[in-house]
């Protein structure tokens, strides 16, 4: 297809996308992590033609194993774009096997981290990219063409941070004690390991200027979302923009992981408000799930509008009417009561 009958088409999608909407934004940011950001992000992806929406991913779960850079986050959203996700387990593919991890156990390999075969695949072309000179950015946009996904996905960054979190054992890089440790050290506080060193790619920065509209998807609010805000200069862009936020506690409860068990041992509100009121100064709409009704007058008195909805996810046409909600009540200026 020739350049500018592809514009047309995007052209003829975008319009499409927000026909239906009363205050038309063409620009949205999505803020996102793995599970929960994942699907989401493939809501909107369903919702808004690929120049109308870019998924900022976090990276500081990110680590080194077997040789390979593991990047759990855009892994799982650029899986889930590309509708090739293990449907139940949270990381991974489908029609997954595991004769690598099988292999480099017998040949004496702790192999606490679990990739399949597809997985190291992708890994393997990650690696070769990286060695031949190429930014995550790059790689990350090569793989996504490969996938056949059409919406930009991001790295936050493309120079290392790693979260690391403090717990009475000590210092855990975050993959050993969210895989390794199943999340069972109490987690005293974290930090950044190379914080001082990174920033915002370009393509993060620009993308942040152009939003009309910034999404925190219902990710950790810790460990997913808080590492992209602490890079320098996105929290300012993020303030100087409309934004909403899904919760990712419902009923007081993970839907899974550990943000709810690390709400607790940081001394937060363990509910949706307890998220509302962490990214408070930045947000100015708020979704919470219909089993938190009740919290709706807690949310306006921090100054957020809110809206109540169902927010689980469980298929691809809950992630569609979730998004178009987000996406609508965003745009509705409704005051807050
Ligand atoms: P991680 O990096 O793999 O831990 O993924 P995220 O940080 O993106 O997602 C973890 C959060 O997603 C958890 O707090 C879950 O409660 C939340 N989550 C997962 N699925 C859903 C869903 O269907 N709806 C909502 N509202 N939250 C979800």
């Keep these: 297809m020739a350049v500018d009958q592809k514009s047309e088409v995007r052209g003829q999608r975008s319009a499409q996308a927000i026909s239906n909407t009363q205050y038309p934004i063409s620009q949205v940011v999505a803020l996102a992590g793995g599970v929960g950001g994942a699907k989401l992000a493939h809501g909107l992806a369903q919702q808004l033609a690929p120049d109308q929406l870019t998924i900022i991913v976090n990276t500081g779960d990110d680590f080194e194993h077997l040789g ?30 595991f004769q690598v991890l099988e292999e480099t156990k017998r040949l004496g390999h702790d192999a606490w981290f679990r990739l399949g075969d597809r997985d190291i695949a992708l890994h393997l072309l990650r690696r070769q990219m990286l060695d031949a000179g190429m930014s995550l950015t790059e790689v990350i946009a090569a793989l996504a063409r490969r996938l056949g996904v059409t919406h930009l996905v991001l790295p936050m960054s493309d120079q290392s941070v790693r979260t690391i979190i403090h717990t009475p054992e000590g210092e855990l890089p975050f993959q050993e004690y969210f895989v390794h440790r199943r999340t069972e050290p109490t987690m005293l506080g974290m930090h950044m390991a190379g914080l001082e060193q990174a920033r915002p790619t370009a393509a993060v920065s620009t993308a942040l200027a152009e939003a009309d509209l910034i999404i925190f998807c219902p990710s950790n609010p810790y460990v997913s979302i808080d590492p992209i805000l602490a890079l320098p200069s996105v929290r300012e862009a993020v303030a100087r923009t409309p934004t909403i936020a899904v919760s990712p506690i419902i009923g007081g409860r993970a839907l899974k992981g550990p943000a709810a068990k690390m709400m607790a041992e940081v001394g937060a509100d363990v509910s949706a408000v307890g998220v509302a009121r962490h990214y408070a100064d930045l947000l100015d709409a708020f979704v919470l799930d219909q089993a938190d009704r009740r919290l709706v007058d807690a949310i306006s008195a921090l100054g957020i509008r809110s809206f ?19 996406l609508s009540f965003a745009q509705s200026r409704k005051p807050v009561p």
């Design 308 to 326: 109540v909805t169902d927010t689980i996810m469980r298929d691809k046409t809950d992630r569609a009417r979730l998004a178009a909600e987000v």
């Design 68 to 97: 390979l850079l593991i990047c759990p986050d855009i892994d799982t959203v650029l899986y889930n774009l590309a509708e090739v996700q293990h449907p139940q387990q949270g990381w991974g593919r489908a029609d997954e096997s």
